[in-house]
Structure formats: structure tokens, C-alpha cells
């Protein structure tokens, strides 16, 4: 459960630096610092609105920021990009005023919107600011991707990125958020910033506070890391364990790896390991693990950063 929404996180907050882009001349700030600002942006935003799942990626603030000002400077200069170090700046100035619903709704502001860039679709890419339909579709186990276009409401989709903004990707479609007082399930999912509670999205349940227990649902404050308890009816924490430690999914408890390790659970298990991720240049695998912290890419069954102006 930890692990899913973690991705989800990195998925929303990674574009505020993918999509950083824009039509202005000269660049006025330098990239690197540029890079710098958006990835301490980027990182004080998941840790602000989802403490939780900040843990489950990173270690501490300074390997999150790490991960997201790798490749940032040279997607400024790859093939057809319309991304620029100026925008890049106002997009970290203007995520930091963002309410968490639309940090995390994947309702970023302006600055932070990736604009057309030069290439067609089908043509080699690296980063979806190349690309005139805003998407760079990565194939698994490629370290490049092809330029496509975002999906739209119930379009097709095999991630979160693929959808246009403001929508995440369901059972491989392309769908809105439901907002406070809308219908819920396994379907379609709530704002990260609210519950399902017994089918209706509604403001998540603190701690300590009485809850109904149902299959699907979780109507206490998931991105804070608390859920129902199934037995008790009354919302408890998420405990954590890290790499090497020991996860649990059980009526008893629900123990959730930190630090970017991924629960590993046999059938028919309640328990398993916290496998470490690959480092970067390990061997990897998508399927059985370990698996990579991005940007790096399982590419041939090794860790793979691959620059995105290399992809031509």
C-alpha cells in the first residue's frame, strides 16, 4: 500500500521538473542553480503535504533532492526542448504556493506546465519537454522513449505521466480525481488530500479518530500515513521499517518499508522483507526486484542513467 502511493508521489512532484519549460530567450539564471531550486522545491512540497510518503522514497531531504537534480541540467539542451533554466526557477517559486490538493492532484501551476517542443510523434526522446504532443513515452526496459500525446479523460495510459494534467491513470485509463462529496472505489480514487469514506470522498480521519473498516477504501489521512484499522475501527499509523527491515500487511498491523525499499511478500504471506533498492549500475530487475530509483532506468537488468540528450 506504501509503496504505491510512493510512486504516485514521485510520479506528481517529479513534474515539476520535467515539465519546466518554456518559450523564453537566454537563460538569466544558471542551470544548475535553476536545477538546485526545483529540486529543494519539489522535496519541501512532498515533505509539507505527504510526510509519509516521503519517507517510504527517501532516506532524508537531501537524497530526494539528489535524485531530482540528476539529468535536470542537460534537459535544457536536449534535441527540440522548449525546457529553459528561467522557467525552471518560476516553476519552483510558484510549486511552493500550491495548495497540497493541487500538488498532489497533479494541478500544477502555469510555470510548471511542460510546453510543446519540437519533435513528432514517434521520434526518439529522453524527456517529454521535446516533444510537440508534451509526452516522451518511456517503454520499459529502454533507456530512451518516442514522443506521443498525453491521454485525455479515458484515454489510454500505463502510468500516472502518460494522462493529461489533472488526471491519473486507472485500470490503464486516463481519469479525473473524484473531488470532496463524489462517489469513491477501487475506480476511481479520490484526491490524495481526502478519504473514501464508506463510497463518498470526504476530509481523511486524524488519528485516533473512529472509522469503518471496508475493502478499497482508506477514510483516514493516507498521505499523513494513518489507515483503519480493521479490527479496532479507529485510524492508526502506518508503521515503517527500513532496508532490511521486516513489512507486514495484516488484520494485526501494517508495517511499510522507508527509504525506497520495496515490500516483498511470498503468497499467502503477512510478512516479508524491505529489499533495498539497486544503486545505480547494479543489477536490477522490473518484475522480481531490486528496482531502480529513478531517473535511472532497468535497462538490459543494470540501473541505467541515460542523459535525455543523448536520446536521438
Known sequence: MGQRRAAFAVSVLSAVVVACSGTEGDASIRPETACDDAATAICDKLEECAPFLSATLFTDRAACAARFTINCASSFTANGTSATPDRAAQCARDVRSASCADALGRVLPETCRTLPGALDDGTPCGHDAQCKNRLCRLAQGSPCGACSSLGVAGG?????????????????????????????????????????????????????VACTFKLNENPCDAVKGFYCHPRDGVCVAIGTAPPGGQCELSVDKVTACTGGAECKLAAGASTGPCVAPAADGAACSDGDGPKCVG??????GVCTITDPASCK
Open 156 to 208: 489510454a495510459c500505463e502510468r500516472q505521466d502518460d494522462c493529461e494534467h489533472g488526471l491519473t491513470c486507472v485500470d490503464q485509463r486516463c481519469i479525473a480525481y473524484a473531488k470532496l462529496g463524489n462517489a469513491c472505489s477501487a475506480k476511481q480514487p479520490c484526491l490524495p488530500t481526502l478519504g473514501c469514506n464508506a463510497g463518498v470522498c470526504a476530509e481523511p480521519l486524524a488519528a485516533g
Open 295 to 300: 531517473p535511472a532506468r532497468c535497462t538490459n
